[in-house]
C-alpha cells in the first residue's frame, strides 16, 4: 500500500505540472507493477493531496489501466451550464453521478497499455 500512495503522489504532482504545460493532452506517470492492494494506498493519497477532479482521474485511470481496466477520463460541464458550478472530469464507470449531473464534453482514452517486450522476445 505504500508504493502505491507514493506513486499517487509523484503521479498526482507530475500530472498538475504537465495540466499547466500540455492541457488535455497531460497522462500520468505508470504506476509501477503492483498489485491490487496498492490502490488502497493510491486513493488514500488522493484523498490526502486533494488534487483537482482531472488530476485526480488522470492519476485513477493510470492506475486502473495498470490493473487492466481501460477506462475513460470524461470532462463535462453542468447541465444548466457553468453558472452555478465549474466543469468537472472523472473515471468513465467509476462514478454513478457525474454523467447524470454534467454533460460530457470530452473524453481523454486510457494510456496505451505496457507491453512486455522481453517476454515477447522483443528487443526494448
Known amino acids: 500500500m505504500l508504493l502505491g500512495a507514493a506513486w499517487a503522489t509523484v503521479a498526482a504532482w507530475m500530472v498538475r505540472r504537465q495540466l499547466k504545460r500540455d492541457g488535455v493532452r497531460a497522462r500520468a506517470l505508470p504506476p509501477p507493477r503492483l498489485g491490487p492492494r496498492a490502490g488502497l494506498g ?3 493519497a488522493l ?3 486533494e488534487p483537482t477532479c482531472l488530476e485526480r482521474a488522470l492519476v485513477q485511470q493510470a492506475w486502473l ?5 481501460m477506462r475513460d477520463v470524461v470532462i463535462g460541464v453542468p447541465l444548466d451550464g457553468m453558472r ?3 466543469a468537472h472530469a472523472w473515471v468513465d464507470g467509476t462514478d ?3 454523467p447524470q449531473r454534467y ?3 470530452h473524453r481523454m482514452p ?3 497499455p505496457r507491453r ?3 517476454a515477447s522476445g522483443q528487443l526494448p
Open 116 to 118: 512486455r517486450a522481453r
Open 84 to 86: 452555478t458550478q465549474p
Open 47 to 49: 484523498h490526502r493531496l
Open 65 to 69: 489501466a495498470s490493473q487492466g481496466s
Open 110 to 112: 486510457p494510456p496505451e
Open 103 to 105: 454533460h460530457e464534453i
Open 42 to 44: 493510491v486513493m488514500g
Open 96 to 98: 454513478r453521478v457525474s
